[in-house]
């Protein structure tokens, strides 16, 4: 099953934080697919911000329903002091983490959505891919050459092709389920399949 | 818990065939709300449509979301030819339903999406209505007097206070649950109200 999410993204956090235990106790594999939202939202809405921001009434639900996720799912949360976070760089650090994807995906994630932290700055991000036992120096250097550029530009034009409107998502045999409360239908589809 | 829903809304049909047996099952008690969602997305994003038309990556997805969540629900679908249709006098008429309520909202939302009938023909909503038990001609009557039409205005507004984006929502002491996935979520905070 191919988990797409973006880092900026609070679902997506929910989702991340969620996924490995779910798929592990299915038996289904997971295939991590960082893309960029920003592009999409610019090229569907006209808009380079989140729709959260652009539409205050649908922005305040979903501040309310984070938390009430994450005390469903009992995962910590704090709502960061800047959203939607750039996510740039760290897409680009996860299009080059090879292995490591899971652990290191869970912690920017958590970077962003539980210690407030700037994933944008590669000082952080550094620090946050030291932290799970990945040279964070290597990875950030690596991540701004030309093949990991293009790497998530080829996945956010995928995205696309896809029919992703939003994240996170889940596709499984080109079935695309979006959000993270239909996570439990996606791993019944691939049970399935 | 109250359940919010608009008769042109697909997500809404869905919730709608599947609230009072999840209620029942659960002890909760089901409160009808009617309202118009055309009003909505005109203030919030200038549209005089559907989201799912006026964004048409979103509404790909929608239709064939429907698809599999009617086959998980076992509840039957037909792809309407007319989307949205305008919903306005079925609305006033499931604003004096009474008692009946519950089986007149389920037959609209079955004509619309099941069988494919124009639910703003009065001729057809007669029908449908003499289907349930309930006098059609009288109900089309009592649904057109100022009353009648001031109560879904009433209702219409009540949704925006509640800060309603979209269709369906359930409402439990004032916590706004939004889109049919989230019917367990309202009803678990139901029970624990």
């Known amino acids: 099953m ?10 997506s956090y929910v989702a991340a934080l969620r996924i490995e235990d779910e798929c592990a106790r299915a038996g289904v594999a997971v295939e991590y697919k960082p893309f960029l939202l920003g592009p999409i939202f610019t ?13 205050p009434v649908r922005g305040r639900y979903m501040w309310r329903d984070l938390e009430r996720l994450c005390e469903k799912y009992a995962i910590p949360w704090r709502r960061p002091t800047v959203f939607p976070r750039n996510s740039l760089l760290a897409a680009r650090v996860a299009c080059c983490a090879g292995t490591s994807i899971g652990p290191l995906t869970r ?16 000082d952080v991000l550094r620090q946050v891919i030291d932290s799970v ?3 964070g120096a290597r ?11 293009a790497r998530l530009r080829v996945q956010t ?13 889940f596709v499984v045999n080109g ?19």
């Not at 988990?3 to 609070?10: E, I, L, N, R, Y």
């Not at 808009?47 to 921001?53: E, G, L």
Request: charged content about 25%; glycine content about 8%.
């Open 133 to 135: 036992g990945v040279d």
């Open 107 to 122: 912690a920017i994630f958590r970077a962003n959505f539980v210690d407030d932290r700037d994933i944008a700055d590669p």
């Open 2 to 11: 191919q988990f797409w999410f973006d880092f900026g993204s609070t679902y």
């Open 175 to 193: 079935e695309l389920f979006f959000g993270q409360d239909r996570l439990e239908d996606a791993i019944a589809w691939a049970k399935r399949a």
């Open 157 to 169: 034009s995928e995205a696309q092709r896809l029919g992703i409107f939003g994240a996170p998502d």
């Open 139 to 149: 990875l950030v250097e690596a991540a701004q050459t030309p093949p990991v550029k």
């Open 43 to 55: 090229e569907l809405l006209g808009i380079k911000d989140s729709p959260f921001n652009a539409q």
